[in-house]
């Protein structure tokens, strides 16, 4: 009868031992490592995973109310081109992509150029130029002879102000916002001439 | 010996017939027996327990902890593609190999998923059976009284005066006044105190499972994400303006807390005198942050290891370097470059920093540059190298290229480095550029200016909703692991008979499940003499 009791010690001991190596594991996965931590952050943009996203006319959400200062220092305000669609295009002149699609974009702008014709504002393009110097920036635009103008946004507000509904998600992105203001598509990932031109004839076609 | 004979293992906490022997211990399907009797669901039961056992939990263990060291010792593309890449530009064979097996992307790997989800299933599968046994045994009664008290490892006889019903009376108002837990039968008493280890047990288990599910919530909601950020500008928490963004699974872009940083001023100072010449003394960035597009900016202190927290958002400082700053005039006289570019240090003693100055707009030709900054330049026997961290005589040397830069199509391409494929060197020969200096690129190609440079922070962005509350379980798991190794759990059983000359006579016995930390005989002797007492004295 001297059996000694048996208890579950050292199963909660084993298990103690886990959860706490769990929880050191868990630190180490979360916290900072100081100075020695690498900084080399390779391609140094978040590009995003490459699709179109068509919002039907019935679901648009609203686009936010977008201020800024141009390139060239005008004020742009968003609510201003209510009436026109509007081509918003996110980009910045380091960025492989954006320069894959620049041609295209400068093409579809200076189609578009004269379709409002006599009927009312047509479809306006606009850049929006992030993470970049006004010097490239202008450079890009001579290179690619991109005639529409880009808001200059040194602090993300612009794409912040799109967060809380379509957020840019990855460089480039492109948003379509119809008449009424709502956006009615994003594209991630550089943009196609025959692609982006359907859906901007679409979106104008609409009444707003 | 009857059948409610003493039994030193005093229940285990369940009955036998409910569970598996022991979850904890070794397989209760024995491994030997031929397939053929097991069938499908005996084979997925064995599996289970097999999975479920410690004995896995702590190979699993064994294996994770194995399976991060690659992670910390080889360059990862999470942290660190440029090292990743740079890794397989002098290894080109092994890279490969190493590449094929994930082992660049340790903490993405599918094995790497097949051990923490089999380790998760593994401690789930263990703890909640064992969670609801005990919630069980902490609501048990105290079993019925043994019959020979005697056979007990304490026991005690005494005769007392009163009646049977009346001495077994005393007696359980002595129990019940030391706040034992009570049952009776005829002509028995059954008491049991310290269910404050069940208790203890209980939370140490509910507690690690909310340690896996917090550690697993942070898994889902948390993203963690980088951000290089040069003096004088600013960034906003927003895929777009990161650098590295890891988002949890069920993280999707909308979800960022949309936070600004604004880096004013940034100050590092170093040893300098001593054997420690050169070491970091201290690092500070002076930010501005907001929580919202429209809140107020606050100012912010942001040091190693103290980050800012903005949302529930930890914003850490990690790392820092140089952003020398250029301007680039073409050959058809445009300004085409204008700003800072960040260098990386490749080495601490001195921040020896390289980096690539890309300007694909030049005309006629694209023009980039690869080289040093050297924050104390000085000259080593004709070879110049950087003599200490702090910018005391900051200089640039750089190799000029012109071509084609790869950056109107194709993969992107790392900002660090210059991918030299189509382009042609430059015959200028490399010379030290101090601050203001210019060098005038051959044929007319244009002009390069060293306008001054500019320091940046590199900062880690984390987001862990199941920080907090794995943090409160792991302070539960310890507080009822010490719960239930400090209470023991201790029973006392008293049966009155009548005696032949009248009266009664008293048999207690005691019985502890566990005495290593002593003391039970003692208190069994002074209940029994308290018992005693009372008997005796109604």
Known sequence: MSRPPRFPRRAAAGAALAAALALGLAACGGGATAQDAAVGTGSSFVSGSYGTTVFQPGSRPQAPAVTGTMLTGSTFRLSADRGAVVVMNFWGSWCTPCREEAPALGALARHFAGAGGGTGPGVRFVGVDIRDDPASAEAFMRTFRIGYPSLNDPNDAVALDFSGTVPPAGIPATLVIDRGGRIAARIIGPVSYDGLKALITQVSAERS | ?538
């Open chain 2, 1 to 538: 010996m009857t059948g409610q004979a003493v039994q030193p293992d005093i229940g285990p906490e369940v009955p036998p017939d409910a569970a598996p022997p022991d979850d904890f211990g070794e397989p209760a399907a024995a491994p030997g027996r031929p397939a053929a009797r097991l069938g499908v669901a005996g084979w997925l039961r064995w599996g289970w327990r097999q999975l479920t056992s410690m004995r896995t939990a702590l190979i699993l263990l064994f294996l994770l902890a194995a399976g991060s060291i690659p992670g910390s010792v080889l360059p990862q593309e999470g942290t660190n593609p440029a090292a990743v890449s740079q890794y397989y530009a002098s290894h080109p064979v092994l890279a490969r190999v190493l590449g094929s097996l994930s082992l660049f992307n340790v903490f993405g790997a599918p094995w790497f998923a097949a051990i923490y989800l089999l380790l998760f299933a593994s401690l789930v599968g263990c703890v909640l059976p064992r969670t609801l046994r005990l919630a069980g045994s902490a609501r048990q009664p105290p079993p019925r009284a043994p019959a020979n008290l005697g056979r007990l490892p304490f026991s005690a006889t005494y005769a007392s005066a009163l009646a049977p019903e009346a001495a077994l009376q005393a007696a359980a108002t002595v129990l019940s006044g030391r706040r034992f837990r009570l049952r009776t039968g005829p002509g028995w008493v059954s008491a049991e105190k310290g269910y404050l280890r069940e208790a203890g047990n209980l939370l140490f288990h509910i507690a690690l499972l909310g340690c896996l599910v917090s550690i697993g919530l942070g898994g889902l909601f948390g993203y963690k994400a980088n951000r290089l950020l040069v003096t004088g500008t600013s960034f906003a928490n927003t895929v777009t303006a990161l650098d590295e963004f890891h988002p949890g699974r069920l993280v999707s872009p909308g979800d960022l807390q949309p936070f600004t940083v604004a880096l004013d001023h940034f100050s590092a100072s170093y040893v300098t005198s001593g054997p420690l010449t050169g070491q970091p003394a201290s690092f500070v960035a002076a930010i501005r942050y907001s929580a919202s597009p429209q809140g107020p900016m606050r100012s912010y202190a942001l040091q190693v290891n103290h980050p800012l927290v903005v949302d529930g958002v930890r914003v850490f400082l990690i790392g820092h370097g140089y952003a020398p700053t250029f301007r680039v005039t073409d050959g058809t006289g445009h300004v085409v470059f204008d700003g800072p570019v960040p260098f990386i240090p490749v080495e601490t003693s001195g921040l020896t920093s390289e980096g690539a100055i890309k300007v694909p707009d030049a005309n006629p030709q694209q023009l980039g540059f690869a080289g040093v900054f050297l924050p104390t330049a000085v000259d080593a026997g004709g070879r110049l190298e950087s003599a200490f961290p702090a910018p005391l005589r900051p200089m640039v040397s750089l190799v000029s290229y012109a071509g084609n830069l790869g950056m109107n199509s194709g993969p992107p391409q790392s900002v660090y480095t210059l991918d030299t494929a189509g382009l042609r060197r430059l015959p200028i020969t490399p010379q030290p550029l101090a601050v203001g200096q210019s060098m005038k690129l051959p044929g007319g190609l244009g002009t390069l200016t060293y306008t001054g440079y500019q320091q940046w922070i590199s900062l880690a962005i984390t987001y862990d909703p199941g920080q907090l509350p794995a943090l409160v379980s792991g302070i539960a798991v310890l507080g009822g692991l010490l719960l239930s190794f400090m209470v023991r759990r201790r029973r006392v059983f008293v049966r009155a008979r009548a005696a032949d000359s009248g009266g009664t006579i008293l048999d207690v016995g005691g019985l502890t499940r566990s005495d290593a930390a002593g003391g039970f005989e003692d208190e069994f002797s002074s209940l029994a003499a308290e018992i005693s007492a009372q008997a005796a004295k109604e």
